[in-house]
């Protein structure tokens, strides 16, 4: 009888003991978990558990902390003087990867603190392989969040700087501190160059020009686009190339508005301690033309825009007509060699085709190649957001860091952030300097500062007005701005009822 009860009592103390293994075994998976969320948290059930309350002290304090700094200045104040400073970041990095460390730490010590004796083989291999995913869970996303951190220093340290060797000084409408960083600043002007520097090529030229003059309250935004084959084009008195043309670039054909810049290059030992005499110049002939002073300049290569419109998935544009991609004209007009053809319609177009479409002009010409790159620029504007620059902020930081040169300065992003949100939200209006209201081989600038003038104040346009050829458009008077001498020209300012629509101020999806 007792010989048969052995086997009983056995397998209820087998059975006991798988009980308690798989107790055992929820234990240590539960409080693991527990410590993956709360860092410390599942070492309150351990030997311990002193250094776990310590943990979780620091954790509660540092989020009563941030939860407060959240309620009383807001998400964006908060954060943004963290993203916008290289310094800030590498901190937050720093401090993101020691507290990473601590964590896992936490996670691992959970695990040892909880295994029992009891536990058998399988059980133990399981608890490992949840401990490491536990671990894994959190590594992955700090380490992202360390690794676009550093990036968006490079970014910072590369491209936004203090200096203002693109500038051509201080300007009264930039941003300041308080709620409002644009409040009492009527109009931001900035210069928008493209050019066709690539490793492939020798030398620049800027093959688009835009001015987008701002303001800021609305968000409203003035395109005004200039041709690449004005000629004539006035040098700041300043500049030295204005010794060697004082009467403007005056050489016919091959003295373009697109040439400046390699012509300045040319005589770079003219431009003492101007790392850069091409842009300097550049910007300083643009506001002779338009008679604003640029705030700010951005200059975007022919591989950062590839890269840029890459890295959104593509950019939405209506195309109006058959492009070609490549291709050359022959001595008898005959287009040959094209490798593909661009077919109208709304179309996403991916970066290299989103570079061709601004570029082609073989079957267009340079004005219809002008209102494609204002319809890109407003295009990329309007379909840009937060969520995608995250999801591929590498790809953008690639395609701007080596492709892109400003003069914004870092303590002027923050209030750019904002500028920016106002623009998407405001109207976009474009205004193109064509052969239909200009004579690009024969200019009258003093027309053409007037027609920017009444596209800024429309009040201006009464013939009471008298403007004047050097005052600065809804701001102050460029510095050391001067009225040029033309010849003769019957050119006049642009009305809706004389030019074509895309040839006057209308709004740019309406050009588009």
Sequence with gaps: MSQSMEPVAARGLLARRRAASRRAARRSAVLTLLSTLVPGAGLLRTRYHRFGLVLLAVVLLATLVTAGLLLLRGPSALLLPVVLDPNALLVAALAAVAGGMLWT?????????????????????????????????????????????LIQRGVLSSL??????????????RPHAGP????????????????????DHVGVRTDSMIVASIEPRTGEVLLFGLPRNLQNVPFPPANPLAKLWPRGYTCGSDCLLN?????????KELFKNDRNPGLTTTRGVIEEITGL??????????????????????????????????????????????????????????????????????????YSRMRRQRCVIGSVLDQLDPGMIVTAYPQFAAAASD???????????????????????????SLPFTDRNIS?????????????????????????????????????????????????????????????????????????
């Excluded at 409002?180 to 490793?199: H, I």
């Design 105 to 149: 730490f936490a996670i691992i010590l959970t695990h040892r603190g909880t295994l029992d004796p009891i536990l058998d083989r399988g059980q133990r291999i399981g608890l490992r392989v949840l401990t490491a995913v536990a671990c894994l869970a959190l590594v992955v996303p700090l380490g992202t969040a360390v690794r676009y951190a």
């Design 160 to 173: 936004f700087t203090e200096r203002r060797t693109a500038t051509a000084g201080d300007s009264p409408d």
């Design 180 to 199: 409002d960083p644009w409040e009492g600043v009527e109009r931001v002007n900035v210069l928008l160059l493209g050019t066709d520097a690539d490793a």
């Design 259 to 267: 040439g400046v810049w390699t012509e300045a290059t040319n005589h």
């Design 293 to 366: 002073q640029m705030d700010y300049t951005v200059v975007v290569g022919i591989d950062g825009f590839r890269m840029l419109v890459d890295a959104m998935g593509g950019v939405v544009v209506h195309v109006a007509e058959d492009l070609p991609i490549g291709g050359h004209l022959g001595a008898d007009g005959r287009l040959t060699g094209v490798v593909e053809w661009i077919r109208p319609g709304i179309q996403r177009l991916d970066g290299f085709h989103a570079l061709w479409f601004a570029r082609s002009r073989y079957t267009t010409d340079d």
């Design 403 to 429: 492709n892109v040169d400003t003069d914004i300065p870092v303590a002027d992003l923050s209030a750019w952030v904002e500028l920016v949100r106002r623009i998407q939200g405001g109207r976009i209006r």
């Design 440 to 512: 690009p081989g024969n200019p009258d600038f003093a027309a053409i500062r007037r027609m920017i003038r009444v596209a800024v104040h429309p009040e201006l346009a009464a013939p009471t007005a008298t403007p004047s050829a050097t005052t600065r458009p809804g701001s102050t008077t460029k510095p050391g701005a001067t009225t040029h001498t033309t010849r003769p020209t019957t050119t006049s300012a642009p009305t809706t009822s004389t030019l074509n629509t895309s040839d006057s101020l209308v709004d740019l999806a309406d050009a588009c």
